[in-house]
């Protein structure tokens, strides 16, 4: 009867995985498979839970990393992901010390400040969108190292 029931999870697992598509039930999906071939064996429900929680673990820490690597290869950034890497004119000095300073992005005027507290940019310089905190942008010369 044990088979059964390993079976119907499967079939769910795989169910709710193809609804979702995130990545998140496939790997209990194998170890329920797993357990479900153990169930035909005759091998005790101990041992068919112990392989089921090993065997999704396994799939999960080794090859989650890898699948989400392939599956997420042509995702499109969009949103504030997309502006990291960008570049944008600078409109308002960028000095981190008197906190002020702004720059022009896709038409858009956007808080600025400097990557390194130090560095200071002029009204006028390219700069470089290297990340955001916030709503500001952090932002150095394209040429400059991190």
């Known amino acids: ?6 079976l119907i999870a499967f079939v769910v697992l ?3 995985e193809a609804l979702t598509m995130a990545l998140t039930t496939i790997w209990f999906a194998g170890g329920a498979l797993v357990a479900f071939l153990l169930a035909l064996f005759g091998v005790n429900v101990q041992v068919q839970l112990v392989f089921f929680v090993i065997v999704s673990f396994i799939l999960l820490f080794f090859t989650r990393p890898i699948a989400l690597r392939y599956v997420n290869k042509n995702t499109v950034k969009t949103n504030l992901d997309s ?4 570049h944008a004119k600078v409109t ?3 000095n981190n010390m008197e906190a002020k300073g702004a720059v022009l992005l896709n038409g858009q005027e956007w808080t600025a400040r400097a990557f390194s507290d130090e560095k200071i940019y002029p009204a006028g ?3 470089e969108v290297k990340e955001i905190r916030g709503v500001k942008l952090i ?3 394209a040429e400059e190292e991190l």
């Open 14 to 16: 795989l169910g709710v």
């Open 125 to 127: 310089t390219m700069v």
């Open 92 to 94: 308002v000095e960028i």
């Open 1 to 6: 009867m044990e088979a059964i029931y390993w």
């Open 83 to 86: 502006l990291v890497g960008r």
């Open 139 to 141: 932002v150095s010369k």
